[in-house]
């Protein structure tokens, strides 16, 4: 190991962790990927105790990208849940229109708006392939409907069915067949 100087590092304290939860929040970066159908949305906790709390891992840990941003599907099939979206950043901020196209279609004037967002624990395997939690988006209101939100239950992996030898989805019949590839 090279030799290093802790003499002047602070040790890193425990450091508060997002609970799932309704929140304001800002949005602080859209960009477009047009090939995918999507805007990955970046955001901010805009007020109360994690006010600035995205932005303040994002300056201590720049390569994590993915930490309070999540992707807005405006494929057709995922077009209600995108107009949802539109409607509650329309609708949290006075006077300002995002419909996707008719009037304004420019995401980059979605950055500094602010809209609600509940915060969803899930379910997901970890690298390691151990079940870890996680937060999510589980939808998007407006600001002014703050107090009729709820916090959705845990969201849990579904249970899938392993055979004796632990793979997944494999079928058990002792048929003599030939697999076809």
């Known amino acids: 190991m090279k030799q290093v100087n802790l003499a002047n590092v602070q040790e890193a304290s425990e450091s508060k962790r997002l609970p799932a939860g309704v929140y304001i929040c800002v949005i602080r970066n859209v ?3 047009p090939d995918k159908e999507y805007l990955k949305v970046t955001y901010d906790i805009a007020d109360g105790e994690y006010k600035g ?6 300056a201590n840990h720049p390569d994590w990208g993915w930490v309070g941003a999540y992707v807005k599907s405006y494929k057709e099939k995922a077009l209600p849940m995108f107009k949802r979206f539109c409607t509650a950043v329309s609708r949290s901020n006075a006077g300002f229109v995002f419909d996707g196209g008719a009037v304004n279609s420019d995401e980059r004037t ?3 708006k602010r809209l609600g967002i509940v915060l969803q624990e899930e379910e997901y395997y970890g690298n390691d392939g151990k079940v870890r939690t996680r937060l999510s988006v589980a939808r998007e209101f407006p600001v002014d409907e703050l107090s009729k939100q709820k916090v959705p239950t845990l ?8 055979d004796a030898n632990g793979f997944v989805g494999i079928n058990n019949n002792s048929s003599n067949e030939e697999i076809p590839f």
């Open 155 to 162: 969201k849990k992996l579904q249970q899938e069915k392993q």
């Open 31 to 33: 960009e477009d990927v």
């Open 110 to 112: 979605l950055i500094g």
């Open 53 to 58: 709390y995205y932005d303040d891992l994002r």
